[in-house]
């Protein structure tokens, strides 16, 4: 197995600073080519470790490539990226792989993680509905992206009607390619993760 560069990766030197102290995990997951790859290699601040192989005829029949005819490669561990916040606090972002037989890492990236991201296709919607059954299943607080790949034909309401999203849960657009648009999922993330702080300092009810 090659781990392989992302073609969106920022330089691949920017060394750990001295003072960093802190490293703080999240997870982006969801199903089969929604761009997880390609939303941790836009945010990263150094070259992306991630472990892409070329598709072969060896998946046709196990990998559902509806929608993503074009897709020549896929994850087949996990993607990681990173990004200072400042001087001791260093986010460490892991992308999990999408397709059902590598489902049994999930559970291991999700140790230790203070929250998750969950990127969706609205062209293959159904895709999403494990990760955020085994993120409830955790109680791993997350938001929901959608990513978009064109224009859209269902609202941010009607996403959250099909997820069966709680009205607590964040639920907004990005284009994964994008380092600013990708940047604002996680800072999404981090204000959620903050109210959820803060609703259990205060002893409000948290669903």
Not at 88 to 104: H, I, K
Not at 126 to 132: C, D, H, Q, R
């Amino acid at each position: 197995m090659v781990s392989n560069s992302s073609d969106t990766a920022a330089p691949a030197r920017a060394p750990l600073s001295s003072t960093a102290t802190n490293g703080l995990k999240i997870v982006v997951v969801g199903g089969f080519g929604v761009g997880k790859t390609t939303l941790v290699g836009s945010v990263s601040e150094i070259r992306p470790l991630n472990t892409e192989e070329t598709m072969t005829r060896a998946g046709e029949g196990i990998d559902d490539l509806s929608g993503i005819q074009g897709k020549r490669s896929t994850t087949v561990a996990f993607d990681f990226g990173r990004i200072t916040l400042n001087a001791e606090n260093v986010l460490y972002v892991f992308g999990a792989p999408g397709q059902e037989r590598f489902w049994f890492l999930w559970d291991r990236l999700f140790s230790g993680a203070l929250g998750a991201v969950v990127l969706v296709d609205t062209r293959r919607l159904e895709e999403s509905w494990y990760a955020i059954d085994r993120l409830e299943h955790h109680g791993t607080p997350f938001v929901v992206a959608r990513n978009n790949f064109g224009p859209q034909e269902h609202t941010l309401d009607e996403i959250r009607a099909a997820l069966d999203l709680g009205a607590h849960v964040p639920l907004i657009d990005c284009d994964a390619r994008d380092r600013t648009s990708s940047k604002q999922v996680l800072i999404e993330l981090v204000r959620h993760l903050q109210h959820l702080a803060q609703a259990q300092t205060t002893g409000e009810d948290t669903p």
